[in-house]
Protein backbone atom coordinates (compact mmCIF):
# COMPACT_ATOMS: atom_id res chain seq x y z
CA UNK A 1 0.00 0.00 0.00
CA UNK A 2 3.02 2.44 1.11
CA UNK A 3 5.07 1.66 -2.36
CA UNK A 4 1.22 2.76 -4.04
CA UNK A 5 0.92 5.75 -2.41
CA UNK A 6 4.53 6.41 -3.03
CA UNK A 7 4.31 5.98 -6.78
CA UNK A 8 1.03 7.96 -6.84
CA UNK A 9 3.07 10.77 -5.17
CA UNK A 10 5.99 10.13 -7.52
CA UNK A 11 3.80 10.24 -10.48
CA UNK A 12 2.02 13.83 -9.50
CA UNK A 13 5.51 15.50 -8.71
CA UNK A 14 6.84 14.45 -11.77
CA UNK A 15 3.41 15.87 -13.58
CA UNK A 16 3.56 19.28 -11.95
CA UNK A 17 7.10 19.07 -12.77
CA UNK A 18 6.07 18.95 -15.96
CA UNK A 19 3.43 21.68 -15.71
CA UNK A 20 5.25 24.59 -14.53
CA UNK A 21 8.39 24.12 -16.83
CA UNK A 22 5.82 24.08 -19.63
CA UNK A 23 4.87 27.03 -18.15
CA UNK A 24 7.65 28.85 -17.79
CA UNK A 25 9.10 27.42 -21.19
CA UNK A 26 5.86 29.26 -22.69
CA UNK A 27 7.09 32.48 -24.40
CA UNK A 28 4.71 34.85 -25.58
CA UNK A 29 3.16 34.67 -29.39
CA UNK A 30 3.14 37.97 -31.17
CA UNK A 31 0.78 38.00 -34.50
CA UNK A 32 1.71 40.30 -37.18
CA UNK A 33 0.17 41.01 -40.20
CA UNK A 34 2.19 42.20 -42.94
CA UNK A 35 3.48 42.42 -46.80
CA UNK A 36 5.47 39.15 -47.61
CA UNK A 37 8.01 40.95 -49.53
CA UNK A 38 12.16 41.40 -47.88
CA UNK A 39 11.10 38.75 -45.52
CA UNK A 40 14.66 37.62 -45.23
CA UNK A 41 16.08 41.10 -44.59
CA UNK A 42 12.77 41.49 -41.93
CA UNK A 43 13.84 38.51 -40.18
CA UNK A 44 17.55 39.37 -39.99
CA UNK A 45 17.12 42.87 -38.98
CA UNK A 46 13.92 43.49 -37.03
CA UNK A 47 12.17 40.28 -36.24
CA UNK A 48 14.83 37.74 -34.70
CA UNK A 49 16.58 40.73 -33.21
CA UNK A 50 13.17 41.39 -30.96
CA UNK A 51 12.52 37.67 -30.47
CA UNK A 52 15.73 37.15 -28.68
CA UNK A 53 15.63 40.63 -26.70
CA UNK A 54 11.81 39.97 -25.41
CA UNK A 55 11.92 36.41 -25.22
CA UNK A 56 9.24 36.13 -27.76
CA UNK A 57 7.88 34.33 -30.88
CA UNK A 58 6.69 36.39 -33.47
CA UNK A 59 4.25 34.46 -36.05
CA UNK A 60 3.50 36.45 -39.68
CA UNK A 61 0.44 37.02 -41.72
CA UNK A 62 1.52 37.99 -44.73
CA UNK A 63 -0.88 39.25 -48.14
CA UNK A 64 -1.63 42.85 -50.07
CA UNK A 65 -3.13 45.47 -47.78
CA UNK A 66 -6.84 45.00 -49.03
CA UNK A 67 -6.21 41.26 -48.05
CA UNK A 68 -5.08 41.34 -44.73
CA UNK A 69 -7.39 44.27 -43.71
CA UNK A 70 -10.72 42.31 -44.88
CA UNK A 71 -9.32 39.00 -42.95
CA UNK A 72 -8.91 41.15 -39.96
CA UNK A 73 -12.35 42.79 -40.29
CA UNK A 74 -14.11 38.91 -40.78
CA UNK A 75 -12.15 37.67 -37.57
CA UNK A 76 -12.81 40.82 -35.96
CA UNK A 77 -9.85 41.09 -34.94
CA UNK A 78 -9.01 37.92 -33.24
CA UNK A 79 -5.65 36.97 -33.41
CA UNK A 80 -3.93 39.26 -35.21
CA UNK A 81 -1.54 41.68 -33.06
CA UNK A 82 -0.18 44.38 -34.65
CA UNK A 83 -0.62 45.39 -38.64
CA UNK A 84 1.43 46.91 -41.05
CA UNK A 85 -0.74 49.03 -43.58
CA UNK A 86 -0.09 51.70 -45.95
CA UNK A 87 -2.19 55.07 -44.69
CA UNK A 88 -5.06 55.10 -46.74
CA UNK A 89 -5.75 51.41 -45.64
CA UNK A 90 -4.63 52.31 -42.17
CA UNK A 91 -7.49 54.93 -41.92
CA UNK A 92 -10.17 52.38 -43.59
CA UNK A 93 -9.14 50.37 -40.05
CA UNK A 94 -9.75 52.98 -37.55
CA UNK A 95 -13.10 54.07 -39.21
CA UNK A 96 -14.23 50.36 -39.65
CA UNK A 97 -13.39 50.33 -35.29
CA UNK A 98 -10.64 47.90 -36.03
CA UNK A 99 -7.44 49.91 -34.29
CA UNK A 100 -6.53 50.02 -30.62
CA UNK A 101 -5.98 52.78 -29.18
CA UNK A 102 -1.89 53.13 -28.03
CA UNK A 103 0.06 54.48 -25.07
CA UNK A 104 2.85 56.69 -26.23
CA UNK A 105 4.15 56.68 -23.09
CA UNK A 106 5.43 52.95 -24.01
CA UNK A 107 6.16 54.09 -27.69
CA UNK A 108 8.88 56.96 -26.82
CA UNK A 109 10.66 56.10 -29.95
CA UNK A 110 7.67 58.36 -31.72
CA UNK A 111 9.34 61.16 -30.63
CA UNK A 112 12.45 60.55 -32.72
CA UNK A 113 10.58 60.31 -35.95
CA UNK A 114 9.78 63.05 -38.47
CA UNK A 115 6.99 65.18 -37.27
CA UNK A 116 5.17 64.31 -40.21
CA UNK A 117 5.24 60.42 -39.21
CA UNK A 118 4.40 60.61 -35.84
CA UNK A 119 0.83 60.58 -35.97
CA UNK A 120 -0.36 60.61 -39.26
CA UNK A 121 -3.89 59.17 -38.15
CA UNK A 122 -4.12 61.24 -35.21
CA UNK A 123 -2.03 61.00 -31.46
CA UNK A 124 -3.76 57.60 -30.01
CA UNK A 125 -3.33 55.23 -33.24
CA UNK A 126 0.30 54.33 -34.52
CA UNK A 127 2.65 56.37 -36.43
CA UNK A 128 4.68 55.90 -39.49
CA UNK A 129 7.97 53.89 -40.09
CA UNK A 130 8.80 54.42 -43.72
CA UNK A 131 7.26 56.17 -46.80
CA UNK A 132 7.47 55.11 -50.41
CA UNK A 133 7.71 57.89 -52.89
CA UNK A 134 5.41 58.21 -56.54
CA UNK A 135 7.25 60.30 -59.03
CA UNK A 136 7.59 59.48 -62.82
CA UNK A 137 9.74 56.87 -64.62
CA UNK A 138 10.67 57.70 -67.95
CA UNK A 139 12.93 55.94 -71.05
CA UNK A 140 15.14 58.91 -71.90
CA UNK A 141 15.71 56.97 -74.75
CA UNK A 142 11.87 56.70 -76.28
CA UNK A 143 10.85 60.19 -75.71
CA UNK A 144 11.31 63.45 -77.77
CA UNK A 145 12.13 65.28 -74.78
CA UNK A 146 12.86 65.37 -71.36
CA UNK A 147 9.81 64.68 -68.50
CA UNK A 148 9.99 67.75 -65.94
CA UNK A 149 5.91 67.69 -65.17
CA UNK A 150 3.40 65.96 -64.02
CA UNK A 151 1.48 68.03 -66.97
CA UNK A 152 3.90 66.40 -69.32
CA UNK A 153 2.62 63.31 -69.31
CA UNK A 154 -0.43 64.41 -71.15
CA UNK A 155 1.88 65.76 -73.92
CA UNK A 156 0.16 64.47 -77.81
CA UNK A 157 3.84 62.79 -78.05
CA UNK A 158 3.28 60.08 -75.26
CA UNK A 159 0.40 58.79 -77.61
CA UNK A 160 0.19 55.12 -76.22
CA UNK A 161 2.83 55.46 -74.08
CA UNK A 162 2.23 55.39 -70.54
CA UNK A 163 0.71 53.25 -67.78
CA UNK A 164 -0.58 54.93 -64.95
CA UNK A 165 -1.69 53.03 -61.76
CA UNK A 166 -5.37 52.15 -61.44
CA UNK A 167 -7.50 53.89 -58.87
CA UNK A 168 -7.50 51.09 -56.48
CA UNK A 169 -3.97 51.36 -55.65
CA UNK A 170 -2.27 53.45 -53.20
CA UNK A 171 -0.94 55.67 -55.78
CA UNK A 172 -4.03 55.80 -58.45
CA UNK A 173 -5.42 58.82 -56.71
CA UNK A 174 -2.21 60.95 -56.99
CA UNK A 175 -3.18 60.88 -60.78
CA UNK A 176 -6.86 62.55 -60.22
CA UNK A 177 -5.40 64.85 -57.91
CA UNK A 178 -3.17 66.23 -60.11
CA UNK A 179 -5.38 66.09 -63.06
CA UNK A 180 -7.85 68.62 -60.99
CA UNK A 181 -4.29 70.77 -60.19
CA UNK A 182 -3.92 70.87 -64.70
CA UNK A 183 -7.19 71.54 -64.73
CA UNK A 184 -6.99 74.61 -62.02
CA UNK A 185 -10.17 73.26 -60.05
CA UNK A 186 -10.22 71.84 -55.99
CA UNK A 187 -10.92 67.97 -56.44
CA UNK A 188 -12.83 67.86 -53.41
CA UNK A 189 -15.13 71.07 -54.93
CA UNK A 190 -14.67 70.15 -58.22
CA UNK A 191 -14.37 66.09 -59.38
CA UNK A 192 -16.29 66.41 -62.61
CA UNK A 193 -13.95 68.77 -64.35
CA UNK A 194 -10.98 66.85 -62.60
CA UNK A 195 -12.70 63.25 -64.51
CA UNK A 196 -12.60 65.64 -67.46
CA UNK A 197 -8.97 66.75 -67.47
CA UNK A 198 -8.03 62.87 -66.93
CA UNK A 199 -10.38 61.87 -69.51
CA UNK A 200 -7.76 64.25 -72.07
CA UNK A 201 -5.06 61.49 -71.12
CA UNK A 202 -6.79 58.72 -72.26
CA UNK A 203 -5.15 58.39 -76.14
CA UNK A 204 -1.90 58.50 -74.19
CA UNK A 205 -2.38 55.55 -71.77
CA UNK A 206 -1.90 51.93 -73.00
CA UNK A 207 -3.04 50.41 -69.38
CA UNK A 208 -3.72 50.55 -65.76
CA UNK A 209 -1.46 48.69 -63.72
CA UNK A 210 -2.03 47.42 -60.21
CA UNK A 211 1.50 45.81 -59.33
CA UNK A 212 5.01 47.51 -59.58
CA UNK A 213 6.24 44.58 -61.53
CA UNK A 214 3.82 45.28 -64.65
CA UNK A 215 5.76 48.67 -64.63
CA UNK A 216 9.13 47.07 -64.90
CA UNK A 217 7.44 44.07 -67.43
CA UNK A 218 6.39 47.35 -69.89
CA UNK A 219 9.46 48.94 -69.94
CA UNK A 220 11.45 45.92 -70.82
CA UNK A 221 9.15 45.01 -73.84
CA UNK A 222 9.35 48.46 -74.86
CA UNK A 223 4.91 48.98 -74.22
CA UNK A 224 5.44 52.72 -72.56
CA UNK A 225 7.92 55.27 -72.08
CA UNK A 226 6.49 56.83 -68.83
CA UNK A 227 4.66 55.70 -65.94
CA UNK A 228 3.81 57.55 -62.64
CA UNK A 229 5.69 54.67 -60.21
CA UNK A 230 6.48 54.62 -56.50
CA UNK A 231 10.63 54.02 -55.93
CA UNK A 232 11.25 50.64 -55.18
CA UNK A 233 9.89 49.91 -58.66
CA UNK A 234 12.65 52.12 -60.36
CA UNK A 235 15.76 49.92 -60.02
CA UNK A 236 14.17 46.89 -61.70
CA UNK A 237 13.10 49.11 -64.41
CA UNK A 238 16.46 50.52 -64.51
CA UNK A 239 18.03 46.79 -64.78
CA UNK A 240 15.81 46.33 -67.53
CA UNK A 241 16.13 49.62 -69.64
CA UNK A 242 19.64 51.33 -70.15
CA UNK A 243 17.91 54.73 -70.25
CA UNK A 244 15.37 54.16 -67.51
CA UNK A 245 15.12 57.99 -65.35
CA UNK A 246 13.75 58.77 -62.17
CA UNK A 247 11.86 62.71 -62.30
CA UNK A 248 10.89 63.91 -59.12
CA UNK A 249 8.33 66.09 -61.07
CA UNK A 250 8.50 70.19 -60.51
CA UNK A 251 5.26 70.31 -59.07
CA UNK A 252 6.49 67.90 -56.37
CA UNK A 253 6.70 63.87 -55.70
CA UNK A 254 3.81 61.88 -53.51
CA UNK A 255 4.60 60.65 -50.00
CA UNK A 256 2.76 57.51 -49.45
CA UNK A 257 3.51 56.72 -45.90
CA UNK A 258 3.15 53.14 -44.14
CA UNK A 259 2.19 52.77 -41.13
CA UNK A 260 2.34 50.58 -37.68
CA UNK A 261 -0.72 49.56 -35.65
CA UNK A 262 -2.29 47.49 -32.55
CA UNK A 263 -5.40 45.65 -33.76
CA UNK A 264 -8.11 45.69 -31.03
CA UNK A 265 -8.53 42.88 -29.00
CA UNK A 266 -5.08 42.38 -28.99
CA UNK A 267 -4.09 39.86 -25.85
CA UNK A 268 -0.21 41.34 -26.02
CA UNK A 269 -1.00 44.78 -26.28
CA UNK A 270 2.12 45.59 -23.95
CA UNK A 271 4.40 43.61 -26.48
CA UNK A 272 2.88 44.98 -29.66
CA UNK A 273 4.06 48.77 -28.41
CA UNK A 274 7.40 47.04 -27.51
CA UNK A 275 7.56 45.92 -31.07
CA UNK A 276 6.41 49.20 -32.67
CA UNK A 277 8.97 51.25 -30.19
CA UNK A 278 11.84 48.73 -31.53
CA UNK A 279 10.82 48.50 -35.14
CA UNK A 280 11.05 52.54 -35.63
CA UNK A 281 14.20 52.75 -33.55
CA UNK A 282 17.56 54.35 -34.98
CA UNK A 283 19.02 50.61 -34.77
CA UNK A 284 16.57 49.09 -36.53
CA UNK A 285 15.65 52.01 -38.70
CA UNK A 286 19.81 52.04 -39.96
CA UNK A 287 19.95 48.08 -40.56
CA UNK A 288 16.67 48.77 -42.99
CA UNK A 289 18.14 51.51 -44.83
CA UNK A 290 21.70 50.07 -45.01
CA UNK A 291 19.86 46.80 -47.01
CA UNK A 292 17.99 49.02 -49.33
CA UNK A 293 14.90 47.64 -47.34
CA UNK A 294 13.04 51.43 -46.72
CA UNK A 295 13.72 54.55 -46.12
CA UNK A 296 13.86 55.50 -42.76
CA UNK A 297 12.01 58.09 -40.66
CA UNK A 298 14.12 58.00 -37.60
CA UNK A 299 15.52 61.81 -37.61
CA UNK A 300 18.66 60.12 -35.79
CA UNK A 301 19.50 57.30 -38.69
CA UNK A 302 23.06 58.91 -40.44
CA UNK A 303 23.58 57.68 -44.36
CA UNK A 304 26.22 58.86 -46.41
CA UNK A 305 25.40 60.13 -49.72
CA UNK A 306 25.91 56.89 -51.49
CA UNK A 307 23.96 54.70 -48.96
CA UNK A 308 20.92 57.16 -49.13
CA UNK A 309 21.12 56.01 -52.71
CA UNK A 310 17.24 55.36 -53.82
CA UNK A 311 16.46 56.33 -50.65
CA UNK A 312 13.78 58.85 -49.53
CA UNK A 313 16.02 60.32 -46.94
CA UNK A 314 16.66 64.01 -44.82
CA UNK A 315 14.34 66.32 -43.72
CA UNK A 316 13.84 68.45 -46.75
CA UNK A 317 13.40 65.50 -49.13
CA UNK A 318 10.61 64.83 -46.69
CA UNK A 319 9.32 67.52 -46.12
CA UNK A 320 8.86 68.96 -49.63
CA UNK A 321 6.20 65.90 -50.39
CA UNK A 322 3.55 66.01 -51.64
CA UNK A 323 0.27 64.11 -49.41
CA UNK A 324 -2.99 62.67 -50.29
CA UNK A 325 -6.32 63.68 -48.61
CA UNK A 326 -7.08 60.37 -47.73
CA UNK A 327 -9.97 61.17 -46.01
CA UNK A 328 -11.85 62.79 -49.56
CA UNK A 329 -10.49 59.93 -51.01
CA UNK A 330 -12.25 57.34 -49.14
CA UNK A 331 -15.10 59.01 -48.49
CA UNK A 332 -15.96 59.05 -52.36
CA UNK A 333 -13.78 55.88 -53.49
CA UNK A 334 -16.70 53.64 -54.54
CA UNK A 335 -17.96 56.74 -56.99
CA UNK A 336 -15.04 57.50 -57.80
CA UNK A 337 -13.12 54.20 -58.49
CA UNK A 338 -16.49 53.41 -60.84
CA UNK A 339 -15.80 56.60 -63.19
CA UNK A 340 -11.93 55.73 -63.11
CA UNK A 341 -13.08 52.34 -64.27
CA UNK A 342 -15.84 53.09 -66.85
CA UNK A 343 -13.55 55.81 -68.68
CA UNK A 344 -10.82 53.63 -68.95
CA UNK A 345 -12.64 50.19 -69.50
CA UNK A 346 -9.96 48.64 -72.35
Not at 47 to 64: A, H, M, R, S, T
Not at 211 to 220: I, K, L, T, W
Request: charged share 25%; net charge negative; aromatic share 10%.
Amino acid sequence: MLKKRLSILLVMVFVMSVLLTSAVMAKETLVISTWGYNEDLLWKNLYEPFEEKYDCEIQLEVGNNSTRLNKVKMRQGSTVDVIYLAESFALDAINSGMIAELNRDNIPNIEKLYPVARNPHGEQYGPAYTLVKLGIIYDQNAVEEPIESWFDLWDESLVENVSIPDFNTTSGPAMLIMAAEKAGVDLAENPDQAFAELEKMKENVVKNYSRSSDVANMFAQGEIAAAPAMDFAFFRVKDAVDGAVWLNPKEGSFANFNTLNIVKGSDNKELAEKFINYAISKEVQTKMALDQVESPLNMEVELTEAEAEGLTYGAELINSLNTIDWSLINENKEEWMNRWNRMFAY
